[in-house]
């Protein structure tokens, strides 16, 4: 994902995890509110990739905030002020935080996108053979190159 490791002073940049939003609702002094991020198996996201590929430590995450802010001072008429792009914080997340979150709801599985084309073959090859799932489908191409090449 980042090239060689001499390349990685250019090729390590920060990027994009995913974009959430919420609404607060009226408080008075501070709050607390769940942020729900959306996290996928996908590995099409450079995000999953990324994170699947790291064994143990830690992510280092920023948390960038936008947005606006309704509220009455002193009783008087509601006012609105914008929360500045520049409003962030950092958060390092354990690695075991996310593989932990995989394996909640993806258990003992993988995503796996394919082209049509490759997809139509293979559904293909499952529909000829009667074969009942997508798992039995793949081992059953994986016996059949090995036996190809064991003789």
């Known amino acids: 994902m980042f090239g060689e490791p ?7 940049k920060t990027f994009l995890w995913t974009h959430t939003s919420t609404v607060v609702p009226a408080f008075s002094e501070s ?4 942020l729900p ?5 996908d590995f099409n996201v450079a995000a999953t990739k990324y994170f699947a590929g790291l064994e ?7 948390v ?13 008429p509601l006012q609105v002020m914008p929360i500045s792009w520049d409003q962030e914080v950092h958060f390092r ?11 909640a709801y993806y258990p003992g599985t993988a995503w ?6 490759a997809f139509d073959r293979l559904f293909q090859h499952k529909v000829d053979r009667g074969i009942p799932t997508w798992e039995q489908a793949l081992e059953s191409l994986f016996r059949a190159v090995e036996e190809k090449v064991h003789s």
Do not use: A
Request: with cysteine; proline share 6%; charged share 15%.
């Open 93 to 103: 997340m354990p690695v075991q935080v996310w593989k932990d979150l995989m394996d």
């Open 56 to 62: 143990k430590g830690e992510i280092p995450l920023c």
């Open 64 to 76: 960038q905030f936008s947005g606006t802010v309704f509220y009455v001072q002193n009783g008087g």
């Open 6 to 12: 001499e390349r990685w002073s250019q090729t390590l």
């Open 37 to 41: 991020v959306p996290c996928t198996f």
């Open 112 to 117: 796996l996108c394919l082209h049509r084309d």
């Open 31 to 34: 709050t607390l509110v769940n």
